[in-house]
Structure formats: structure tokens, C-alpha cells
């Protein structure tokens, strides 16, 4: 019988009448089961984060630290457990899925960390007028009230930590809602800030059906603040149904890898790979496309063509390089993009093989603008190759996309690589490596169709936070 997990809401562990069934994506494993909360319980759980919040905002930054160490140190010590379900759960190598645990502990201890070190100012001013009196102004940061925290399946933990320990330090409340499908991996998650001993309401989960209370959560009067991480179609309706509140967006990409005639060939087909290829390309920082220079365009093919023969393909388990997608859906459409490349005379360097959600790496040269792959993001282990015959020709069509999260230029010259850094409509540009999310304490947005406001430890502490003056004369 497969476990029940519960809901952690106002200090205790609490089911629901309706329940929604978890397996593993790979080989359909039940893994268990989470609560299909209602409207009047996500109420509940509402009420019970704000009254917890003068409390809990009342608390010096060095005190809500300490709480978020214990909460860090939890996650170390449980990392291979948590690693084992995540691994199942959304079906990534057990290495990276214990990897994305650590990883979160440490930026749960970085924003601790930074928060303590958050800081004000002291202004010094008067009016215009010349009899107006000498005014001094304290400048502080306060919490915006209740943040609603929604992480994605693909770093179902990683991505919840980015958002609740800067939300937390801040004086916030949170509100988490896993990813369905990741969701028993985000409630293994909230047991380690359970057990880190946070007072009741300060953290609460909630699981349950999009067409139930997905549009609820977001437009609850209590919210005042929707941190979400997913797809720009679910991105753009939490923006329409937020309103005037502030939001933290990060949304889709089709991060390109612009590559010159001078680049090292071999340290760009390495790092395309790496980054289009890891997690299966599920990634929203994957490399989506290479727009190459022609003339170097055969022998970057074979480079490339040569690092993605080397992937391992096969289940989460064995630490496969690609590993079965997250739906049936997912496989679907990522085979949809492969047939109509080829119909529209794309040229395939690797063999297409599908087996259920499990798709092998597909590349594709001489890739051209009329066909979908080359503006649909993938979420997939699918890598266009698209030849130009000018840096502004590639700068022209990775413009064109309706997304703006990051790029690549691959060149030796330094002068042209900034030159063109600065026309690319993108949140982040990369000189000589992959398309990423980190470093943690770098900022990380995306422009245009790709997000909402700047992430970063110290930006999300700063974005889930208000400013507050409070202004007296000295004479």
C-alpha cells in the first residue's frame, strides 16, 4: 500500500476527504498519495499563515536565520532520502536529484546568511522651500505579508527553496504549492522546516487539483505576494488574475548558443550538450538552439553530434544522462517538433527512438526559421542546429522569440562577445559556457515572455520585501 502524505498546515499534519494519486514517471511506480485540499480548507490555511505573521515578522533577521540553519543543516543529513523520491518522482538521475537537495540547503543558508546582512539607510533631506525645516528619513525594509511560493516539477525542491527561505528571512509567511507531479518531494521538504521547529501558520503546504483551487490560491485576498516558477501560459494567467499585487515570474525560454568562426569548437560542442541535454532538456536554462556561422557550421555538427552519441540513456536509477520525460504529454509534443523538422527538410544526425515517455537525444542540422523546432521550446532532448551567415542574422533570429531568458555566445574575442551581449534581448548572457540558472547569488530574470522581476538570493529577499520611510524633522 502506497504511503499517505499530508498537509502541514497551522503546526499540524492534516489529510483531506479527496486525495490525488502520485507515480513515478518512468515505470508508472505508485508512490504514494497528497491531499486534494478544498476551497474552505485552503481558507483555513490562509487564516492561519496571516495571524501567525505579527508574530513571526516581530522577530530580529538573526533569529529568523537560525531557524532557516536547522532547516539546512535537515536537509544535508536527509539529502539521500529526499534524493530517493525526488529521483522516482519526476524521474531524474539519483545523483542530481540528492545533488538538488544540497544544493537547496545551501541556498537556504546563503539567504539566512544575507538576510542577516539586509540593511537600510538613513536619508538626510529638506523641501524646496528655503524656511522648510532639516528632515531626516529612516529607510527600512518590511515583509510584504503572505507569499504564495508555487515551484515547478523539474526542481520541485530546489526551486521551493529558492523562494520560501528568501520570503522567510524577510518576515514573510509562506504559502507552498508543490507540482503535482513533485509533490511529495516538496511535503519532504516542508518536514525539515517542520522540524526545524518553526512556530505554527509561519509554513504551510497545499496540494490539490489545478481546476479546483489553482486560480483560488492566486487570487485569495490574503495573498499579497505570487512567487511562481513554470510554464508562460500559467505564468501570464497568474499575472492577469494577481492584479495590482507584486509577482515573481519565471517562465519559459529559448535560450540560444550563438557560436563564431573564431570560437573553440570543442569547448562549444561540450557545452551545448551539457546544457541542452541535462535533465533531458527539461530545463527552462536549456540550450534550445545553436545559431551558427555557416563556415564553421560542418565541423561544429560533427563535434556536437559526437559529445551526443556519448549520453546515456535509461532510468533514473542507473544515473542515465536522459532519463523518460515527465508525461506522456511531454513525449508527444517533443515528437511533434521531430516530425515536422523532418517533413520541412531538416537533416537528422541522430536516430529518433521513443519507448513511452523515454525519448533518445535527437539533433538536428540545417534547421530553418519555417519550422516549429526552431521557436518552440522543447522542455525536451531536442537540439536544433540553425546556420547564419552573419552575427546580425543570429542576433536577428534570437530576437525574434518570443522569449528573452538567456544566451551563449561561444568567441575569443572579448570585445565582440560584449558587443553583442548588449543587443541580445535576454535577462542573462553567457561568454563561452552553457545557458544556466546559477550562480545562486547572481541576479536571474527573463525578459519579454520569459518572466517577471529579478531572482538572486539578496534580489528575492529585496523583491519580497517593501520599503518603509518614516520621515521627522531635526529643527
Not at 499575472?239 to 515570474?249: D, F, N, V
Not at 541542452?276 to 564553421?296: E, I, P
Request: proline fraction near 4%; include cysteine; glycine fraction near 8%.
Amino acid at each position: 500500500m502506497s504511503k499517505q502524505y499530508k498537509n502541514y498546515i497551522n503546526g499540524e499534519w492534516k489529510t483531506s476527504e479527496k486525495e490525488i494519486a502520485i507515480f513515478a514517471p518512468a515505470d508508472n511506480e505508485a508512490l504514494g498519495t497528497v491531499p486534494a485540499m478544498s476551497q474552505a480548507e485552503v481558507d483555513d490555511a490562509m487564516a492561519a499563515a496571516r495571524a501567525a505573521l505579527p508574530a513571526w515578522r516581530s522577530l530580529s533577521y538573526v533569529e529568523r536565520a537560525a531557524y532557516l540553519h536547522k532547516v539546512a543543516d535537515i536537509l544535508v543529513r536527509d539529502q539521500e532520502k529526499i534524493g530517493a523520491i525526488l529521483s522516482k518522482e519526476v524521474a531524474k538521475g539519483y545523483k542530481a536529484a540528492v545533488s538538488e537537495v544540497v544544493r537547496t540547503a545551501d541556498i537556504i543558508r546563503y539567504a539566512a546568511e544575507e538576510g542577516v546582512r539586509l540593511s537600510g539607510e538613513v536619508l538626510e533631506g529638506g523641501s524646496f522651500e528655503a524656511a522648510s525645516k532639516k528632515k531626516i528619513a529612516v529607510v527600512r525594509r518590511e515583509p510584504v505579508g503572505v507569499v504564495l511560493a508555487i515551484s515547478p516539477f523539474n526542481y520541485p525542491v530546489n526551486l521551493a527553496g529558492s523562494k520560501i527561505a528568501p520570503a522567510l528571512i524577510g518576515g514573510n509567511v509562506v504559502m507552498f504549492k508543490p507540482p503535482t507531479q513533485g509533490s511529495i518531494s516538496g511535503l519532504l521538504l516542508a518536514e525539515a522546516f517542520v522540524e526545524a521547529g518553526l512556530p505554527a501558520g509561519v509554513f504551510n503546504t497545499i496540494t490539490g487539483r489545478g481546476s479546483e483551487i489553482g486560480d483560488y490560491i492566486v487570487e485569495h485576498p490574503e495573498v499579497n505576494f505570487v512567487n511562481f516558477t513554470g510554464s508562460t501560459p500559467v505564468g501570464e494567467r497568474i499575472g492577469q488574475l494577481a492584479g495590482m499585487r507584486p509577482i515573481m515570474l519565471e517562465l519559459g525560454g529559448k535560450d540560444s548558443a550563438i557560436v563564431l568562426e573564431d570560437a573553440d569548437l570543442e569547448l562549444t560542442a561540450k557545452q551545448v550538450v551539457a546544457g541542452a541535454f541535462g535533465y533531458s532538456g527539461q530545463r527552462c536554462t536549456a540550450v534550445k538552439r545553436v545559431l551558427v556561422m555557416d563556415s564553421v557550421a560542418d565541423k561544429l555538427a560533427d563535434l556536437i553530434k559526437a559529445e551526443v552519441l556519448k549520453l546515456s540513456v535509461g532510468m533514473p536509477e542507473d544515473n542515465a544522462d536522459i532519463t523518460p520525460l515527465i508525461d506522456t504529454a511531454a513525449a508527444d509534443f517533443i515528437q511533434g517538433l521531430v516530425e515536422d523538422a523532418a517533413d520541412k527538410g531538416a537533416t537528422a544526425l541522430t536516430e529518433f527512438k521513443r519507448e513511452a515517455n523515454l525519448i533518445t537525444p535527437v539533433l538536428f542540422d540545417k534547421v530553418t526559421t519555417d519550422m516549429r523546432l526552431a521557436w518552440e521550446e522543447p522542455f525536451g532532448p531536442v537540439l536544433p542546429i540553425i546556420r547564419v551567415t552573419s552575427v546580425e542574422e543570429a542576433i536577428a533570429i534570437s530576437n525574434q522569440s518570443e522569449y528573452g531568458l538567456q544566451a551563449s555566445v561561444f568567441t575569443q574575442n572579448f570585445p565582440q562577445a560584449f558587443a553583442i551581449a548588449e543587443q541580445l534581448e535576454v535577462g542573462t548572457v553567457h561568454i563561452n559556457n552553457k545557458t544556466q540558472r546559477g550562480t545562486d547569488n547572481f541576479p536571474f530574470l527573463g525578459a519579454k515572455k520569459s518572466g517577471a522581476g529579478v531572482q538572486g538570493v539578496k534580489y528575492s529577499i529585496e523583491a519580497m520585501t517593501q520599503v518603509k520611510s518614516v520621515v521627522f524633522d531635526i529643527q
